[in-house]
């Protein structure tokens, strides 16, 4: 069988790899006489103080160095793709999934389903396990590979294979047992579907769960979301507050259990719920260490800390109070889920200072729907058609999530550029953290002594 060949595509300056004489286009085989698969099998490698290299040159010479290194150094070698190999693609069709909500003419990257164990390492992913096989398990666990976050939704084996229409969903469940029994840290996540895994299913999942603590850290519920694109899609219907109090209910019964029994929270309810529910959302120490913090479980609490906790700072210094003297008039966008907890910060800033005048827009996703309110999801276009023609102000702040990562653009493709223009009004790009946000709405107050 042929070796699978890793391109590199750029060599650091300084690097090992400068050094050996390593060029674009020449190609890595082998690492210590063993063929590389991806990315996790070349980091193992390079944890070693004395490898091994096979490399084919762009004109087809192999040649092997002996390289004698620190365990924690790296080549300089940079490979076209993070994973050394292809994205996999989920071979689900799950009734709650998103990407089959999305709406047609959107760029091609939204439409890829990714289910790659490897993602959950690198970028927190969550996966469902039916895109892996057992030697892929047995690998995870000989490298120590971990958190590994898996999206459960159910243990009902039976239903599981319905809710993701695959027939061997309930199958690999018994991955997780192997996982435990090899001591991998692992989370869980719950997307709650009305009628297929909520009520005595969620109990069950829940009391099914706990029995691989300590090493299923925690678990999320979060509630389906839907937009308004699922013609020919499973009928599902909307949460309503009711069943967002009995959805906290349960979630609160089990963590006054867990927490004296393992002295963790464990399951753990997303923000939306408290938001639809009407209810405060949990004191801090109730997340854990917000460690479902990525699938929205304590955002808005954490937030909040932060805010006040600068809040309480900026009181005290006399000297950055004098800062904010002029009149100004700054408006901030955001979705639904949040916009209360910042029309409250809105409120304490200007009473602290009268002269400054803040005005807080919830901004409705006409693009997914209206029942999708995170301000993730907000596209461009919702924001220059709710706010053309209100008053802004001198800035308009924004949260950094309604961008695609490391890029000025929006999830429809409109521009930041393209909505400062259409709005006539300079847009700032807030950090979802509650002390950045403080000092953006107070202008250009200098944080720093």
């Not at 009305?194 to 850290?217: C, F, Q, V």
Request: aromatic share 10%; with cysteine; net charge negative.
């Amino acid at each position: 069988m042929a070796l699978q060949e890793h391109i590199i595509v750029g060599v650091k300056p300084g690097s090992t790899a400068e050094e050996l004489g390593l060029v674009p286009g020449d190609a890595i085989l082998e690492i210590n006489g063993e063929p590389i698969l991806d990315i996790f099998d070349y980091q193992f490698f390079m944890e070693d103080e004395n490898i091994e290299l096979l490399v084919q040159h762009k004109n087809g010479e192999e040649e092997i160095w002996e390289i004698e290194k620190d365990a924690d150094d790296d080549l300089g070698i940079i490979f076209s793709s993070n994973l050394m190999d292809d994205y996999k693609s989920c071979q689900n069709k799950c009734i709650f999934c998103f990407i089959d909500q999305m709406p047609p003419g959107m760029r091609e990257t939204l439409y890829f389903k990714d289910d790659d164990s490897r993602l959950s390492f690198l970028q927190g992913n969550y996966i469902t396990l039916t895109n892996m096989k057992e030697e892929e398990i047995d690998r995870i666990i000989r490298y120590r590979l971990a958190p590994i976050n898996i999206s459960v939704h159910t243990t009902n084996p039976e239903l599981r294979c319905k809710m993701l229409h695959n027939r061997f969903a309930g199958n690999v469940l018994s991955y997780i047992d192997k996982l435990f029994e090899a001591e991998i840290p692992m989370n869980g996540q719950i997307v709650l579907c009305k009628g297929w895994n909520d009520g005595e299913e969620l109990e069950r999942t829940i009391k099914d769960l706990s029995a691989y603590l300590p090493h299923m850290e925690s678990v999320s519920i979060v509630p389906v979301g839907l937009t308004k694109y699922r013609d020919g899609l499973e009928q599902l219907e909307p949460f309503t507050k009711e069943d967002a109090l009995d959805v906290i209910e349960m979630v609160e019964k089990w963590q006054k259990k867990f927490f004296v029994s393992h002295g963790t929270h464990f399951i753990h309810a997303s923000d939306e719920w408290y938001i639809l529910a009407g209810l405060p959302f949990p004191e801090e120490e109730r997340y854990d260490g917000y460690i479902q913090l990525e699938n929205g479980v304590g955002m808005m609490r954490l937030l909040c800390n932060e805010f006040e906790e600068a809040f309480e700072e900026y009181k005290a210094n006399e000297r950055k109070k004098s800062c904010v003297e002029e009149k100004k008039v700054i408006s901030v966008a955001t979705g639904k889920l949040a916009y209360d907890m910042i029309c409250y910060m809105a409120e304490q800033v200007m009473e602290e200072h009268p002269w400054l005048f803040i005005r807080v827009y919830e901004i409705e996703n006409r693009f997914f729907g209206e029942k999708v309110t995170v301000s993730g999801l907000l596209t461009g276009q919702d924001i220059i058609g709710q706010l053309k023609g209100k008053e802004l102000g001198e800035t308009l702040l924004l949260p950094e999530n309604v961008l695609r990562s490391g890029e000025d653009v929006f999830l429809d493709d409109v521009t930041l550029n393209g909505v400062q223009s259409s709005l006539d009004v300079k847009v700032e790009i807030v950090k979802a953290d509650g002390k950045e946000l403080l000092y953006k709405l107070l202008g250009e107050c200098p944080e720093e002594e």
